[in-house]
Protein backbone atom coordinates (compact mmCIF):
# COMPACT_ATOMS: atom_id res chain seq x y z
CA UNK A 1 0.00 0.00 0.00
CA UNK A 2 2.84 2.47 -1.41
CA UNK A 3 1.32 5.88 -1.70
CA UNK A 4 1.41 6.95 -5.77
CA UNK A 5 4.99 7.61 -6.90
CA UNK A 6 6.39 11.20 -7.19
CA UNK A 7 8.80 11.52 -9.12
CA UNK A 8 9.35 15.47 -7.57
CA UNK A 9 10.23 13.91 -4.01
CA UNK A 10 12.82 11.92 -5.11
CA UNK A 11 14.33 14.99 -6.51
CA UNK A 12 13.64 16.84 -3.61
CA UNK A 13 15.62 14.22 -1.76
CA UNK A 14 18.39 14.88 -4.25
CA UNK A 15 18.55 18.63 -3.34
CA UNK A 16 18.39 17.60 0.58
CA UNK A 17 21.29 14.95 0.64
CA UNK A 18 23.23 17.23 -2.22
CA UNK A 19 23.14 20.07 -0.01
CA UNK A 20 24.58 17.89 2.88
CA UNK A 21 26.77 16.36 0.59
CA UNK A 22 28.52 19.80 0.03
CA UNK A 23 28.43 21.09 3.50
CA UNK A 24 30.99 18.31 4.20
CA UNK A 25 33.15 18.75 1.75
CA UNK A 26 33.20 22.31 1.07
CA UNK A 27 31.19 24.61 3.86
CA UNK A 28 32.19 28.02 3.02
CA UNK A 29 30.15 27.16 -0.03
CA UNK A 30 27.04 26.17 1.13
CA UNK A 31 27.14 27.47 5.03
CA UNK A 32 23.65 25.71 5.75
CA UNK A 33 23.64 22.66 3.97
CA UNK A 34 23.20 20.85 6.72
CA UNK A 35 19.43 21.96 6.86
CA UNK A 36 18.99 19.10 4.04
CA UNK A 37 18.12 16.68 7.12
CA UNK A 38 15.85 18.63 8.07
CA UNK A 39 13.83 18.40 4.35
CA UNK A 40 14.79 14.49 4.86
CA UNK A 41 12.70 14.61 8.19
CA UNK A 42 9.59 16.33 6.57
CA UNK A 43 10.01 13.87 3.23
CA UNK A 44 10.51 11.15 5.59
CA UNK A 45 7.31 11.81 7.68
CA UNK A 46 4.65 12.72 4.87
CA UNK A 47 5.79 9.35 2.55
CA UNK A 48 5.54 6.99 6.06
CA UNK A 49 2.25 8.85 7.42
CA UNK A 50 0.92 8.25 4.04
CA UNK A 51 1.03 4.86 3.87
CA UNK A 52 -0.14 4.43 7.57
CA UNK A 53 -3.23 6.94 6.80
CA UNK A 54 -3.79 3.96 3.59
CA UNK A 55 -3.38 0.99 5.63
CA UNK A 56 -5.68 2.76 8.55
CA UNK A 57 -8.47 3.88 6.18
CA UNK A 58 -8.82 0.30 4.57
CA UNK A 59 -8.83 -1.10 8.06
CA UNK A 60 -5.20 -3.35 7.38
CA UNK A 61 -2.88 -1.20 9.79
CA UNK A 62 -0.77 -4.02 10.83
CA UNK A 63 2.49 -2.67 13.87
CA UNK A 64 4.58 -5.69 12.58
CA UNK A 65 4.38 -5.20 8.82
CA UNK A 66 5.16 -1.14 9.55
CA UNK A 67 8.24 -2.58 11.23
CA UNK A 68 8.97 -5.02 8.88
CA UNK A 69 9.07 -2.47 5.98
CA UNK A 70 11.17 0.24 7.95
CA UNK A 71 13.31 -2.84 8.54
CA UNK A 72 13.79 -3.83 4.73
CA UNK A 73 14.56 -0.08 4.10
CA UNK A 74 16.78 0.81 6.05
CA UNK A 75 18.68 -2.17 7.69
CA UNK A 76 20.77 -3.62 4.57
CA UNK A 77 22.48 -0.26 3.11
CA UNK A 78 23.21 0.67 6.84
CA UNK A 79 24.92 -2.61 7.91
CA UNK A 80 26.77 -2.84 4.76
CA UNK A 81 28.53 0.54 5.48
CA UNK A 82 28.99 -0.20 8.84
CA UNK A 83 30.69 -3.78 8.23
CA UNK A 84 32.77 -2.22 5.73
CA UNK A 85 34.24 0.70 8.00
CA UNK A 86 34.73 -1.35 10.95
CA UNK A 87 36.99 -3.68 8.65
CA UNK A 88 38.67 -0.50 7.37
CA UNK A 89 38.86 0.63 10.87
CA UNK A 90 40.54 -2.85 12.09
CA UNK A 91 43.94 -1.89 9.52
CA UNK A 92 43.98 2.09 10.64
CA UNK A 93 42.83 2.99 13.22
CA UNK A 94 44.33 3.40 16.47
CA UNK A 95 43.28 1.66 19.60
CA UNK A 96 41.22 5.17 20.59
CA UNK A 97 40.32 6.04 17.30
CA UNK A 98 38.87 2.13 17.05
CA UNK A 99 36.94 2.15 20.18
CA UNK A 100 35.55 5.49 19.63
CA UNK A 101 34.46 3.37 16.32
CA UNK A 102 33.30 0.49 17.51
CA UNK A 103 30.76 2.71 20.23
CA UNK A 104 29.11 4.82 17.54
CA UNK A 105 28.96 1.27 15.27
CA UNK A 106 26.88 -0.04 18.16
CA UNK A 107 25.10 2.97 18.81
CA UNK A 108 23.96 3.28 15.45
CA UNK A 109 22.78 -0.73 15.43
CA UNK A 110 20.53 0.51 18.30
CA UNK A 111 19.51 3.61 16.70
CA UNK A 112 20.70 6.01 19.69
CA UNK A 113 23.30 7.81 18.63
CA UNK A 114 22.03 10.92 18.89
CA UNK A 115 21.98 10.09 22.54
CA UNK A 116 25.51 9.35 22.67
CA UNK A 117 26.89 12.27 20.51
CA UNK A 118 24.95 14.67 22.52
CA UNK A 119 26.49 13.24 25.86
CA UNK A 120 30.23 13.52 24.29
CA UNK A 121 30.19 17.14 23.31
CA UNK A 122 32.05 19.53 24.91
CA UNK A 123 35.30 21.41 24.49
CA UNK A 124 37.48 18.68 25.16
CA UNK A 125 35.53 16.10 22.78
CA UNK A 126 37.07 14.61 19.91
CA UNK A 127 36.74 16.73 17.00
CA UNK A 128 33.46 15.93 14.69
CA UNK A 129 35.41 15.34 11.82
CA UNK A 130 37.31 12.36 13.07
CA UNK A 131 33.56 10.33 13.92
CA UNK A 132 32.61 8.26 10.89
CA UNK A 133 29.68 7.47 12.39
CA UNK A 134 28.74 11.34 13.17
CA UNK A 135 25.82 11.01 10.39
CA UNK A 136 23.77 8.45 12.04
CA UNK A 137 22.22 10.91 14.65
CA UNK A 138 19.68 12.02 12.21
CA UNK A 139 18.63 8.06 11.45
CA UNK A 140 18.46 7.83 15.29
CA UNK A 141 15.90 10.39 15.37
CA UNK A 142 13.95 9.06 12.77
CA UNK A 143 13.53 5.17 14.14
CA UNK A 144 12.96 6.80 17.66
CA UNK A 145 9.87 8.51 15.85
CA UNK A 146 8.65 5.68 14.34
CA UNK A 147 8.26 4.22 17.79
CA UNK A 148 5.34 6.20 19.12
CA UNK A 149 3.96 7.69 15.56
CA UNK A 150 2.09 4.64 14.11
CA UNK A 151 0.72 4.24 17.78
CA UNK A 152 -0.34 7.71 18.36
CA UNK A 153 -1.71 7.31 14.98
CA UNK A 154 -3.85 4.23 15.01
CA UNK A 155 -5.01 5.45 18.47
CA UNK A 156 -6.25 8.91 17.05
CA UNK A 157 -7.95 7.07 14.44
CA UNK A 158 -9.32 4.58 16.64
CA UNK A 159 -10.99 7.32 18.69
CA UNK A 160 -11.79 9.34 16.12
CA UNK A 161 -10.15 12.15 17.34
CA UNK A 162 -9.15 14.96 15.09
CA UNK A 163 -5.63 14.39 14.04
CA UNK A 164 -4.39 17.72 12.82
CA UNK A 165 -6.15 19.08 16.52
CA UNK A 166 -3.94 16.36 18.34
CA UNK A 167 -0.81 16.11 15.99
CA UNK A 168 -0.24 20.34 16.03
CA UNK A 169 -0.54 20.12 19.97
CA UNK A 170 2.15 18.06 20.09
CA UNK A 171 4.37 19.55 17.49
CA UNK A 172 3.92 22.99 18.86
CA UNK A 173 5.43 21.14 21.96
CA UNK A 174 8.19 19.50 20.43
CA UNK A 175 9.09 23.16 18.45
CA UNK A 176 8.89 25.18 21.83
CA UNK A 177 11.31 22.68 23.02
CA UNK A 178 13.43 23.01 20.10
CA UNK A 179 13.41 27.13 20.71
CA UNK A 180 14.38 26.86 24.12
CA UNK A 181 16.82 24.45 24.37
CA UNK A 182 18.87 26.05 21.25
CA UNK A 183 19.11 29.19 23.09
CA UNK A 184 19.52 27.47 26.42
CA UNK A 185 21.56 24.02 25.74
CA UNK A 186 22.28 24.19 21.84
CA UNK A 187 23.92 20.25 21.66
CA UNK A 188 20.49 19.28 23.36
CA UNK A 189 18.58 20.84 21.09
CA UNK A 190 20.31 19.29 17.82
CA UNK A 191 20.27 16.16 19.25
CA UNK A 192 17.19 15.49 21.33
CA UNK A 193 14.31 13.24 19.73
CA UNK A 194 12.48 15.53 21.36
CA UNK A 195 13.11 18.95 20.06
CA UNK A 196 13.32 17.53 16.17
CA UNK A 197 9.99 15.59 16.37
CA UNK A 198 7.82 18.53 15.36
CA UNK A 199 9.74 18.41 11.63
CA UNK A 200 8.50 14.80 10.75
CA UNK A 201 5.10 15.76 12.24
CA UNK A 202 5.25 18.68 9.84
CA UNK A 203 4.95 15.96 7.07
CA UNK A 204 2.59 13.73 8.65
CA UNK A 205 -0.03 16.99 8.58
CA UNK A 206 0.85 17.60 5.54
CA UNK A 207 -0.42 13.77 4.27
CA UNK A 208 -3.20 13.69 6.54
CA UNK A 209 -4.25 17.04 4.42
CA UNK A 210 -3.45 15.97 0.50
CA UNK A 211 -5.86 13.14 1.55
CA UNK A 212 -8.82 14.43 3.63
CA UNK A 213 -8.38 18.05 3.26
CA UNK A 214 -6.87 18.52 -0.63
CA UNK A 215 -9.26 22.15 -0.94
CA UNK A 216 -6.62 23.44 1.58
CA UNK A 217 -3.43 22.98 -0.62
CA UNK A 218 -4.34 23.32 -3.96
CA UNK A 219 -5.42 27.23 -4.57
CA UNK A 220 -1.98 28.36 -5.70
CA UNK A 221 0.17 25.43 -6.44
CA UNK A 222 2.93 27.36 -8.56
CA UNK A 223 3.11 29.96 -5.42
CA UNK A 224 3.91 27.35 -3.17
CA UNK A 225 6.24 25.86 -5.45
CA UNK A 226 8.44 29.13 -5.75
CA UNK A 227 7.85 29.59 -2.08
CA UNK A 228 9.33 26.24 -0.93
CA UNK A 229 12.40 26.76 -3.12
CA UNK A 230 12.70 30.21 -1.93
CA UNK A 231 12.54 28.71 1.73
CA UNK A 232 15.01 26.20 1.35
CA UNK A 233 17.50 28.63 -0.40
CA UNK A 234 16.84 30.94 2.25
CA UNK A 235 18.09 28.48 5.24
CA UNK A 236 20.85 27.37 2.69
CA UNK A 237 22.60 30.62 2.44
CA UNK A 238 21.12 32.58 6.14
CA UNK A 239 21.83 29.27 8.28
CA UNK A 240 25.44 28.41 9.20
CA UNK A 241 26.98 26.19 12.12
CA UNK A 242 27.09 29.16 14.38
CA UNK A 243 23.45 29.49 13.89
CA UNK A 244 20.92 29.06 16.93
CA UNK A 245 19.52 25.64 15.12
CA UNK A 246 16.80 24.32 15.09
CA UNK A 247 15.02 26.69 16.92
CA UNK A 248 13.04 28.89 14.97
CA UNK A 249 15.15 28.75 11.53
CA UNK A 250 14.53 25.21 11.16
CA UNK A 251 11.25 26.54 9.80
CA UNK A 252 13.05 27.78 6.94
CA UNK A 253 13.79 24.24 5.29
CA UNK A 254 10.75 22.47 6.72
CA UNK A 255 7.86 24.53 5.69
CA UNK A 256 9.80 25.26 2.56
CA UNK A 257 9.96 21.00 2.10
CA UNK A 258 6.36 21.77 2.93
CA UNK A 259 5.48 23.82 0.12
CA UNK A 260 7.53 21.96 -2.40
CA UNK A 261 5.62 19.09 -1.22
CA UNK A 262 1.78 20.60 -1.06
CA UNK A 263 2.64 21.89 -4.46
CA UNK A 264 2.08 18.88 -6.46
CA UNK A 265 4.27 17.16 -9.01
CA UNK A 266 2.69 19.37 -12.40
CA UNK A 267 3.54 23.15 -10.98
CA UNK A 268 6.52 23.97 -13.51
CA UNK A 269 9.47 23.94 -10.98
CA UNK A 270 8.56 20.78 -9.26
CA UNK A 271 8.00 19.15 -13.30
CA UNK A 272 11.39 20.43 -14.72
CA UNK A 273 13.88 20.80 -12.21
CA UNK A 274 12.96 17.90 -9.48
CA UNK A 275 11.10 15.63 -11.88
CA UNK A 276 13.93 15.28 -14.42
CA UNK A 277 16.42 12.41 -14.47
CA UNK A 278 19.35 13.44 -12.92
CA UNK A 279 17.75 14.75 -9.71
CA UNK A 280 15.45 11.09 -10.06
CA UNK A 281 18.78 9.28 -9.88
CA UNK A 282 20.45 11.14 -7.21
CA UNK A 283 17.19 10.74 -5.37
CA UNK A 284 17.00 7.30 -5.39
CA UNK A 285 20.54 7.07 -3.93
CA UNK A 286 20.12 9.55 -1.65
CA UNK A 287 20.01 7.32 1.34
CA UNK A 288 23.41 4.93 0.49
CA UNK A 289 25.03 8.47 -0.53
CA UNK A 290 24.24 10.23 2.83
CA UNK A 291 25.45 6.44 4.74
CA UNK A 292 28.51 6.50 2.49
CA UNK A 293 29.95 9.83 1.89
CA UNK A 294 31.08 11.05 5.62
CA UNK A 295 32.79 7.95 6.89
CA UNK A 296 34.86 8.66 3.70
CA UNK A 297 35.98 11.75 4.07
CA UNK A 298 36.23 10.98 8.19
CA UNK A 299 38.54 8.56 7.69
CA UNK A 300 40.63 10.41 5.54
CA UNK A 301 40.89 13.21 7.50
CA UNK A 302 41.58 10.76 10.72
CA UNK A 303 44.76 9.46 8.24
CA UNK A 304 45.77 12.10 6.64
CA UNK A 305 44.28 15.82 7.92
CA UNK A 306 42.24 17.82 5.87
CA UNK A 307 42.08 16.44 2.37
CA UNK A 308 43.00 18.01 -0.52
CA UNK A 309 40.84 19.14 -3.38
CA UNK A 310 41.33 16.35 -5.23
CA UNK A 311 40.84 14.24 -2.81
CA UNK A 312 37.30 15.74 -1.70
CA UNK A 313 36.22 14.90 -5.52
CA UNK A 314 37.93 11.28 -5.65
CA UNK A 315 36.18 10.62 -2.14
CA UNK A 316 32.71 12.07 -3.12
CA UNK A 317 33.12 9.70 -7.12
CA UNK A 318 33.47 6.78 -4.36
CA UNK A 319 30.78 7.65 -2.47
CA UNK A 320 28.56 7.60 -5.31
CA UNK A 321 29.19 4.62 -7.09
CA UNK A 322 29.09 2.87 -3.60
CA UNK A 323 25.99 4.25 -3.58
CA UNK A 324 24.53 3.19 -6.86
CA UNK A 325 26.09 0.04 -6.25
CA UNK A 326 24.12 -0.21 -2.52
CA UNK A 327 20.72 1.06 -4.17
CA UNK A 328 20.83 -1.48 -7.19
CA UNK A 329 22.61 -4.72 -5.00
CA UNK A 330 22.06 -4.16 -1.27
CA UNK A 331 18.75 -1.85 -1.05
CA UNK A 332 16.40 -3.14 -4.13
CA UNK A 333 17.06 -6.91 -3.20
CA UNK A 334 15.74 -6.87 0.42
CA UNK A 335 12.81 -4.29 -0.63
CA UNK A 336 11.21 -5.80 -3.39
CA UNK A 337 10.32 -9.80 -3.78
CA UNK A 338 8.99 -12.24 -1.70
CA UNK A 339 10.38 -14.17 1.64
CA UNK A 340 9.79 -10.60 3.40
CA UNK A 341 9.82 -12.72 6.77
CA UNK A 342 12.85 -14.51 5.94
CA UNK A 343 14.96 -11.42 5.05
CA UNK A 344 13.35 -9.56 8.09
CA UNK A 345 15.03 -11.87 10.36
CA UNK A 346 18.15 -12.19 8.82
CA UNK A 347 18.87 -8.68 8.69
CA UNK A 348 17.31 -8.08 12.80
CA UNK A 349 20.01 -11.02 13.00
CA UNK A 350 22.85 -9.18 11.29
CA UNK A 351 22.37 -5.77 12.89
CA UNK A 352 22.23 -7.39 16.51
CA UNK A 353 25.57 -9.19 15.43
CA UNK A 354 26.97 -5.80 13.92
CA UNK A 355 26.23 -4.17 16.89
CA UNK A 356 27.59 -6.89 19.21
CA UNK A 357 31.15 -6.48 17.10
CA UNK A 358 30.76 -2.45 17.91
CA UNK A 359 30.45 -3.12 21.81
CA UNK A 360 33.09 -5.44 21.67
CA UNK A 361 35.47 -3.31 19.91
CA UNK A 362 34.44 -0.63 23.04
CA UNK A 363 34.79 -2.19 25.65
CA UNK A 364 37.92 -4.03 24.56
CA UNK A 365 39.23 -0.55 24.30
CA UNK A 366 39.90 -0.58 20.59
CA UNK A 367 41.89 -3.98 20.82
CA UNK A 368 45.13 -2.67 21.42
CA UNK A 369 46.86 -5.60 20.27
CA UNK A 370 45.94 -5.14 16.78
CA UNK A 371 49.12 -4.99 13.85
CA UNK A 372 48.48 -0.75 13.87
CA UNK A 373 48.79 -0.24 17.45
CA UNK A 374 52.20 -2.29 17.71
CA UNK A 375 53.79 0.24 15.20
CA UNK A 376 54.39 3.68 17.54
CA UNK A 377 55.48 3.35 20.91
CA UNK A 378 53.86 6.31 22.54
CA UNK A 379 54.60 7.79 25.74
CA UNK A 380 51.19 8.35 28.20
CA UNK A 381 50.62 11.59 28.68
CA UNK A 382 48.09 13.85 30.80
CA UNK A 383 46.68 16.45 28.78
CA UNK A 384 44.03 17.95 31.38
CA UNK A 385 47.36 18.47 34.87
CA UNK A 386 49.39 20.48 31.83
CA UNK A 387 46.31 22.14 30.72
CA UNK A 388 44.19 23.76 33.53
CA UNK A 389 46.33 24.93 36.59
CA UNK A 390 43.26 25.32 39.49
CA UNK A 391 41.24 28.79 39.74
CA UNK A 392 43.81 30.70 37.70
CA UNK A 393 42.67 29.43 34.46
CA UNK A 394 38.80 30.00 33.79
CA UNK A 395 37.52 27.40 30.90
CA UNK A 396 34.33 29.13 30.78
CA UNK A 397 31.61 32.06 30.72
CA UNK A 398 30.25 30.85 33.56
CA UNK A 399 33.14 32.72 35.82
CA UNK A 400 34.14 36.38 35.34
CA UNK A 401 37.00 36.64 38.16
CA UNK A 402 40.10 35.13 39.49
CA UNK A 403 41.00 34.49 43.05
CA UNK A 404 43.30 36.69 44.95
CA UNK A 405 45.83 33.68 45.35
CA UNK A 406 46.72 34.42 41.80
CA UNK A 407 49.11 36.78 41.63
CA UNK A 408 51.09 34.08 43.93
CA UNK A 409 52.45 34.17 47.72
CA UNK A 410 55.40 35.40 47.04
CA UNK A 411 54.31 38.67 45.39
CA UNK A 412 57.18 41.54 46.46
CA UNK A 413 59.46 39.04 48.26
CA UNK A 414 60.88 37.32 44.79
CA UNK A 415 60.45 38.74 41.19
CA UNK A 416 57.28 37.83 39.62
CA UNK A 417 56.48 36.93 36.23
CA UNK A 418 52.90 37.06 35.04
CA UNK A 419 50.81 35.24 32.32
CA UNK A 420 48.23 36.50 30.27
CA UNK A 421 45.90 35.34 27.71
CA UNK A 422 43.67 32.59 26.97
CA UNK A 423 43.96 28.88 26.93
CA UNK A 424 46.63 28.59 24.57
CA UNK A 425 48.66 31.12 26.95
CA UNK A 426 47.32 28.33 29.92
CA UNK A 427 49.16 25.81 27.86
CA UNK A 428 52.89 27.79 28.66
CA UNK A 429 52.32 27.75 32.32
CA UNK A 430 53.71 24.06 33.13
CA UNK A 431 57.03 25.49 30.92
CA UNK A 432 57.10 28.49 33.57
CA UNK A 433 56.10 26.30 36.35
CA UNK A 434 59.26 24.39 36.29
CA UNK A 435 61.61 27.17 35.36
CA UNK A 436 60.19 29.59 38.59
CA UNK A 437 61.27 26.31 40.73
CA UNK A 438 65.04 26.71 39.35
CA UNK A 439 65.09 30.23 38.87
CA UNK A 440 63.30 30.97 42.43
CA UNK A 441 60.96 33.58 40.85
CA UNK A 442 57.16 33.95 41.33
CA UNK A 443 54.69 32.44 38.78
CA UNK A 444 51.21 34.06 38.09
CA UNK A 445 48.99 32.86 36.13
CA UNK A 446 45.40 34.77 34.23
CA UNK A 447 44.43 32.79 31.59
CA UNK A 448 40.97 32.49 30.40
CA UNK A 449 39.55 30.05 27.62
CA UNK A 450 38.62 32.49 24.84
CA UNK A 451 39.88 35.67 26.39
CA UNK A 452 43.17 37.29 24.59
CA UNK A 453 45.37 39.56 26.89
CA UNK A 454 43.56 42.90 25.19
CA UNK A 455 41.89 45.36 27.77
CA UNK A 456 39.16 46.36 25.35
CA UNK A 457 38.48 42.82 23.72
CA UNK A 458 34.60 41.99 24.21
CA UNK A 459 32.68 39.99 22.59
CA UNK A 460 29.31 38.05 22.94
CA UNK A 461 30.48 34.16 22.97
CA UNK A 462 32.90 35.30 25.67
CA UNK A 463 31.17 38.18 27.87
CA UNK A 464 33.59 36.83 30.80
CA UNK A 465 36.81 38.23 28.79
CA UNK A 466 35.97 42.13 29.37
CA UNK A 467 35.88 41.74 33.46
CA UNK A 468 38.54 39.06 33.56
CA UNK A 469 41.13 41.10 31.86
CA UNK A 470 40.04 44.01 33.97
CA UNK A 471 40.60 42.35 37.37
CA UNK A 472 43.97 41.59 35.67
CA UNK A 473 45.74 44.88 35.06
CA UNK A 474 44.56 46.04 38.14
CA UNK A 475 46.63 43.19 39.74
CA UNK A 476 49.66 44.20 37.12
CA UNK A 477 48.97 47.90 37.80
CA UNK A 478 48.85 47.08 42.08
CA UNK A 479 51.95 44.99 42.21
CA UNK A 480 54.26 45.70 39.22
CA UNK A 481 55.26 42.49 38.16
CA UNK A 482 58.59 42.05 36.50
CA UNK A 483 57.42 40.57 33.29
CA UNK A 484 54.45 40.12 31.87
CA UNK A 485 53.68 37.13 28.86
CA UNK A 486 50.87 37.96 26.86
CA UNK A 487 49.62 34.78 24.90
CA UNK A 488 46.81 33.75 22.93
CA UNK A 489 46.01 32.18 19.52
CA UNK A 490 45.87 35.20 17.48
CA UNK A 491 45.04 34.14 14.39
CA UNK A 492 41.50 33.09 15.45
CA UNK A 493 41.06 37.12 15.97
CA UNK A 494 43.40 38.41 12.88
CA UNK A 495 41.53 36.71 9.46
CA UNK A 496 38.41 38.86 8.53
CA UNK A 497 37.59 36.19 6.33
CA UNK A 498 37.23 33.42 8.48
CA UNK A 499 34.34 32.37 10.42
CA UNK A 500 36.44 32.19 13.76
CA UNK A 501 36.25 35.88 13.92
CA UNK A 502 32.42 35.99 14.28
CA UNK A 503 32.56 33.76 16.74
CA UNK A 504 36.04 34.72 19.15
CA UNK A 505 35.80 38.78 18.05
CA UNK A 506 38.17 40.61 16.08
CA UNK A 507 41.22 42.64 16.95
CA UNK A 508 42.88 45.11 15.37
CA UNK A 509 46.83 46.07 15.69
CA UNK A 510 45.82 49.10 18.21
CA UNK A 511 43.91 46.98 20.10
CA UNK A 512 46.95 45.09 21.26
CA UNK A 513 48.97 48.32 20.69
CA UNK A 514 47.08 50.04 23.78
CA UNK A 515 46.83 47.34 26.15
CA UNK A 516 50.80 47.39 25.75
CA UNK A 517 51.42 50.82 26.35
CA UNK A 518 49.50 50.68 29.18
CA UNK A 519 51.88 47.58 30.87
CA UNK A 520 54.85 50.03 30.04
CA UNK A 521 52.91 53.14 31.67
CA UNK A 522 52.67 51.00 35.02
CA UNK A 523 57.09 50.35 34.33
CA UNK A 524 57.24 46.77 33.47
CA UNK A 525 60.35 46.25 32.45
CA UNK A 526 59.73 43.11 30.78
CA UNK A 527 56.94 42.26 27.79
CA UNK A 528 57.30 39.47 25.94
CA UNK A 529 54.45 39.07 23.18
CA UNK A 530 54.23 35.75 22.43
CA UNK A 531 53.06 34.40 18.94
CA UNK A 532 50.55 31.70 18.00
CA UNK A 533 51.76 28.11 18.69
CA UNK A 534 51.76 25.86 15.65
CA UNK A 535 48.26 24.89 14.43
CA UNK A 536 47.56 21.79 12.93
CA UNK A 537 45.07 20.61 10.87
CA UNK A 538 44.34 18.04 12.82
CA UNK A 539 44.65 16.54 16.79
CA UNK A 540 48.29 17.22 17.04
CA UNK A 541 49.12 13.31 18.99
CA UNK A 542 47.33 11.82 15.69
CA UNK A 543 49.03 13.82 13.46
CA UNK A 544 51.97 12.99 14.90
CA UNK A 545 51.72 9.28 14.83
CA UNK A 546 50.97 9.11 11.33
CA UNK A 547 54.29 10.62 10.47
CA UNK A 548 55.57 8.37 12.89
CA UNK A 549 53.91 5.27 12.01
CA UNK A 550 54.43 6.15 8.02
CA UNK A 551 57.88 7.77 8.00
CA UNK A 552 59.26 7.45 11.05
CA UNK A 553 59.86 11.44 11.14
CA UNK A 554 59.12 13.69 13.92
CA UNK A 555 58.76 16.49 11.57
CA UNK A 556 55.77 17.54 9.64
CA UNK A 557 54.64 20.79 7.08
CA UNK A 558 52.05 18.04 6.14
CA UNK A 559 49.63 18.72 8.99
CA UNK A 560 50.42 22.26 9.75
CA UNK A 561 47.89 25.28 9.49
CA UNK A 562 49.56 28.22 8.10
CA UNK A 563 47.20 31.09 8.99
CA UNK A 564 49.54 30.91 12.47
CA UNK A 565 52.02 31.82 10.44
CA UNK A 566 50.36 35.48 9.11
CA UNK A 567 49.62 36.23 12.85
CA UNK A 568 53.53 35.79 13.49
CA UNK A 569 53.88 38.64 11.02
CA UNK A 570 51.55 41.01 12.55
CA UNK A 571 52.74 40.82 15.85
CA UNK A 572 55.96 41.08 14.93
CA UNK A 573 55.51 44.26 13.65
CA UNK A 574 53.42 45.13 16.62
CA UNK A 575 56.45 44.05 18.93
CA UNK A 576 59.11 46.07 16.92
CA UNK A 577 57.14 49.48 16.94
CA UNK A 578 56.72 49.45 20.33
CA UNK A 579 59.94 48.00 21.10
CA UNK A 580 58.66 44.98 23.54
CA UNK A 581 60.17 41.27 22.93
CA UNK A 582 58.46 39.17 20.48
CA UNK A 583 58.33 35.21 21.28
CA UNK A 584 57.93 33.11 18.18
CA UNK A 585 56.88 29.66 19.18
CA UNK A 586 56.76 28.75 15.46
CA UNK A 587 60.24 29.68 14.73
CA UNK A 588 61.31 27.54 18.13
CA UNK A 589 59.21 24.15 16.85
CA UNK A 590 59.39 24.65 13.26
CA UNK A 591 62.38 24.05 11.02
CA UNK A 592 62.83 23.51 7.24
CA UNK A 593 61.82 20.20 7.50
CA UNK A 594 58.75 20.42 9.63
CA UNK A 595 57.02 21.21 13.16
CA UNK A 596 58.33 19.00 15.52
CA UNK A 597 55.56 16.46 16.78
CA UNK A 598 57.79 14.35 19.06
CA UNK A 599 60.68 15.05 21.55
CA UNK A 600 61.95 11.30 20.34
CA UNK A 601 62.86 9.35 17.38
CA UNK A 602 62.14 6.29 19.16
CA UNK A 603 59.04 6.62 20.82
CA UNK A 604 56.18 9.35 20.40
CA UNK A 605 56.32 12.15 23.25
CA UNK A 606 53.56 14.41 22.18
CA UNK A 607 54.31 18.25 22.20
CA UNK A 608 50.33 19.22 22.58
CA UNK A 609 47.53 17.29 22.52
CA UNK A 610 45.03 18.73 20.29
CA UNK A 611 45.53 21.01 17.25
CA UNK A 612 47.31 23.35 19.47
CA UNK A 613 47.21 23.04 23.20
CA UNK A 614 51.00 22.07 24.24
CA UNK A 615 51.04 18.62 26.94
CA UNK A 616 53.45 19.61 29.70
CA UNK A 617 56.67 17.96 28.35
CA UNK A 618 55.66 19.87 25.16
CA UNK A 619 55.61 23.57 27.65
CA UNK A 620 58.45 22.59 28.96
CA UNK A 621 60.54 22.01 25.67
CA UNK A 622 58.78 25.25 24.41
CA UNK A 623 59.86 27.19 27.05
CA UNK A 624 63.79 25.85 27.64
CA UNK A 625 64.34 26.35 23.75
CA UNK A 626 63.50 29.88 24.34
CA UNK A 627 65.10 30.45 26.94
CA UNK A 628 68.27 28.76 24.79
CA UNK A 629 67.64 31.42 21.91
CA UNK A 630 67.70 33.93 23.68
CA UNK A 631 63.86 35.02 22.38
CA UNK A 632 62.73 34.69 25.89
CA UNK A 633 64.20 36.06 29.06
CA UNK A 634 63.41 35.21 32.70
CA UNK A 635 64.56 36.43 36.41
CA UNK A 636 65.82 35.09 38.90
CA UNK A 637 66.30 35.62 42.97
CA UNK A 638 69.83 35.86 42.15
CA UNK A 639 69.81 38.50 39.84
CA UNK A 640 66.91 40.26 40.77
CA UNK A 641 67.51 43.96 42.32
CA UNK A 642 64.27 43.63 44.24
Request: glycine content about 6%; hydrophobic content about 45%.
Amino acid sequence: MHPQYRPDIDGLRAIAILSVVVFHVFPDALPGGFIGVDVFFVISGFLISTIIFSSLEKDRFSLVEFYVRRIRRIFPALIVVMLVFLTIGWFILLADEYELLGKHIAGGAAFVSNFILWRESGYFDVIAETKPMLHLWSLAVEEQYYIFWPLLLAFVWKKKWSFVGTTTVIAVFSFLISIYLSSTNPTASFYSPFSRFWELMVGGILAYVVRHRPGLINRHNQAQSVLGFALLIAGLTLIDKESSFPGWLALLPTIGAFFSISAGPDTWLNRNLLSNRVMIWIGLISYPLYLWHWPILSFIRTADGEPTLETKFAAIAVAVLLSWATYRLVESPFRLGKSKGKKTLILLFTMTLVGAAGLVVNRQDGLENRPVNRVVNIEAYDYVSGYRQGQCFQPGAETDSFPDSCIGPAIGRKPTVLLWGDSQSASLYRGLRQQSTQRDFNLSQYTSSGCPPVLEFDVPARSQCRKLNAQTIEQIARYRPDTVLLAARWSNHFDTSSDSVERWGLLKNEDIEQTILKLKGYGIRNIFLVGDLPLFKTTHVRAGIREFMNNKKIRTFNQFNYESMAADDRLSQIARKLGVRFISPIDTLCDEQGCLMSLSTKKLVPLAWDKHHLTEKGSVYLVQAALRNGSLELPSTQSSAR
